[in-house]
């Protein structure tokens, strides 16, 4: 009916409990294998900080996406998602510019398999969101009133952090190895691209939060860029192995931003009222 706040369909529902799982099995890859990737991974990361730094992502989707399909409304599910999928996109792009690095037909069986499940996941889960999207259009309804606008400063210094993150992600899908110039720590071109698509997620996660410019709406996201800025920072702290660049200014640049990331969003990570929309579970998905 005219009017209704849109509700997440239960297509949508199953397709983003799927997808939970699958960026779970990435980031458990990624953080907790960071340093046997050659073995278990769909391509050797030389680098674990690299691994960490990638997998930051894959967690903050997990912890994103749970707490989304915990809630009925699809404003909140939509401001994480669309991220997201950008990054799902960009991870597939870089996936087939550099297609000879992966264990499609070298490595172990563990690695090869990892793979080819890397490539049919990434190759199919693009379409499926076109779907899934699709879909929910179908269902119509719009978006909750904002209860309780970001405070000024904060979301500022995201928006700021955003466009920072975005031009740094783009100059490293465009051209890693300028990046890798000043990055804290090696980087390969298939590595500075993938790092690339994750700066260009977190940047597309704070302009989603910084849009919606309310607490409630917003607030999934800004617990995604919390998470995202604690595991940058973890990166190169527990998985530098001497590979870090510690007395380069890049390294102290690097944690700053990470620092002011966590410090911004989780300024914005409560709500600021008792009127605000209530965000709890529901089973009636249409």
Same mark, same amino acid.
């Not at 510019?97 to 499609?104: A, V």
């Not at 996941?121 to 379409?127: F, I, K």
């Not at 500022?156 to 975005?166: D, M, S």
């Not at 996660?205 to 800025?229: C, E, H, K, M, Y």
């Given at each position: 009916m005219t009017?209704?706040?849109?509700?997440?369909t239960?297509?949508?529902?199953?397709f983003?409990?799927?997808?939970?799982?699958?960026?779970?099995?990435a980031a458990?890859?990624?953080?907790?294998?960071?340093?046997?990737t050659?073995?278990?991974?769909?391509?050797?990361?030389?680098?674990?900080?690299?691994?960490?730094?990638?997998g930051?992502?894959?967690?903050?989707?997990?912890?994103?996406?749970?707490?989304?399909?915990?809630? %009925? *409304?699809?404003?909140?599910? !939509?401001? +994480?998602l669309?991220? $997201?999928? /950008?990054?799902?996109? @960009?991870v597939?792009? &870089?996936t087939l510019?550099?297609?000879?690095?992966?264990?499609?037909t070298?490595g172990g069986?563990?690695?090869r398999l990892?793979?080819?499940?890397?490539?049919v996941?990434?190759?199919?889960?693009?379409?499926g969101?076109?779907?899934?999207?699709?879909?929910?259009?179908?269902?119509?309804?719009?978006?909750?009133?904002?209860?309780? %606008? *970001?405070p000024a400063a904060p !979301?500022? +210094?995201?928006?700021? $952090?955003? /466009?920072?993150?975005? @031009?740094?992600?783009v &100059?490293?899908?465009?051209?890693?190895?300028?990046?890798?110039?000043?990055?804290?720590?090696?980087?390969?071109?298939?590595?500075?691209r993938?790092?690339?698509?994750?700066l260009l997620?977190?940047?597309l996660?704070?302009?989603?939060?910084?849009?919606?410019?309310?607490?409630?709406?917003?607030?999934?996201?800004?617990?995604?860029?919390?998470?995202?800025?604690v595991?940058?920072?973890?990166?190169?702290?527990?998985?530098?192995?001497?590979?870090?660049?510690?007395?380069a200014?890049?390294v102290?640049?690097?944690?700053?931003?990470?620092?002011?990331?966590v410090?911004?969003?989780?300024?914005?990570t409560?709500t600021?009222?008792?009127n605000?929309?209530?965000?709890?579970?529901d089973a009636?998905l249409?």
């Open positions: 009017g209704a706040v849109a509700r997440t239960r297509v949508m529902w199953w983003g409990a799927v997808s939970v799982a699958v960026s779970g099995g458990v890859q990624l953080l907790v294998g960071a340093r046997v050659e073995i278990y991974f769909a391509w050797t990361i030389a680098v674990p900080a690299s691994a960490a730094f990638i930051l992502f894959y967690l903050a989707s997990v912890v994103m996406g749970v707490l989304a399909l915990r809630q %009925p *409304l699809w404003a909140p599910a !939509r401001t +994480v669309v991220p $997201v999928v /950008v990054f799902v996109t @960009l597939l792009v &870089t510019l550099h297609l000879g690095t992966f264990h499609l070298a069986t563990l690695a990892a793979a080819w499940v890397w490539l996941v990434y190759v199919a889960t693009p379409l969101y076109v779907f899934a999207f699709w879909w929910q259009a179908r269902a119509g309804g719009g978006d909750p009133p904002r209860s309780a %606008p *970001l !979301r500022a +210094v995201l928006g700021v $952090v955003g /466009v920072v993150l975005g @031009l740094l992600g &100059t490293a899908m465009v051209v890693p190895l300028v990046v890798a110039a000043f990055w804290p720590w090696a980087l390969t071109p298939l590595t500075g993938m790092i690339g698509a994750t997620g977190l940047a996660l704070a302009a989603s939060v910084v849009r919606t410019n309310d607490r409630v709406t917003g607030r999934i996201g800004a617990i995604g860029l919390v998470v995202g800025g595991v940058a920072i973890a990166a190169p702290v527990g998985y530098g192995s001497g590979a870090v660049q510690w007395s200014p890049a102290w640049i690097y944690l700053a931003v990470a620092v002011v990331v410090v911004g969003a989780g300024a914005l409560t600021g009222s008792s605000d929309v209530q965000m709890e579970p009636s249409s």
